[in-house]
């Protein structure tokens, strides 16, 4: 709900708009996500998966209203949304690594998902997108670093802790 309300809001408005609706898929691909403290990327894998259903839901609409039904091997070129839109940051290697390998499996469900949508998904292999998991202090780090130019930079995790 952080964000994802306002951009199903932003669907629904854009429903019957070709320019519309490709003025949000454009926006969500220059959204950047990052966790500071992501552990094994949960909020990541989530946010993903759920800006993905949301694109998923934006192509199925434009090709709808394009009339376009022809079907292909790469789904590739119906994507705008990847993995090196979301990053986080984590102190200890083994949740890295988890969240490495969860990403992984999380886009192909995705891409499962749009296989029975559309017919097609992204061929992945070999893999040359991938989500950034940085080891280190988010306290100490250079977060700017993280993503160059970016209009819209969401930071989420944990509630903060006291004591």
Do not use: T
């Not at 898929?25 to 966790?35: K, V």
């Amino acid at each position: 709900p952080m964000f994802l309300d306002e951009l199903y809001d932003e669907l629904r408005k854009a429903w019957s708009s070709e320019l519309q609706l490709q003025n949000l898929w454009n926006r969500i691909a220059n959204m950047r996500f990052l966790d500071p403290a992501c552990g094994s990327g949960n909020f990541l894998l989530v946010a993903y998966r759920e800006i993905r259903r949301l694109e998923l839901k934006l192509v199925v609409r434009l090709r709808e209203l394009k009339k376009k039904l022809d079907y292909f091997l790469d789904g590739s070129s119906e994507l705008k949304v990847s993995q090196s839109q979301f990053a986080g940051i984590e102190l200890k290697w083994w949740p890295i690594k988890i969240a490495e390998a969860a990403m992984f499996l999380v886009d192909h469900q995705c891409n499962l998902e749009m296989q029975e949508a559309i017919g097609a998904a992204p061929v992945r292999l070999p893999i040359q997108d991938s989500a950034k998991f940085l080891h280190g202090d988010s306290l100490r780090m250079d977060w700017e670093s993280i993503f160059e130019d970016s209009a819209e930079i969401f930071i989420f995790g944990n509630p903060p802790f006291h004591g």
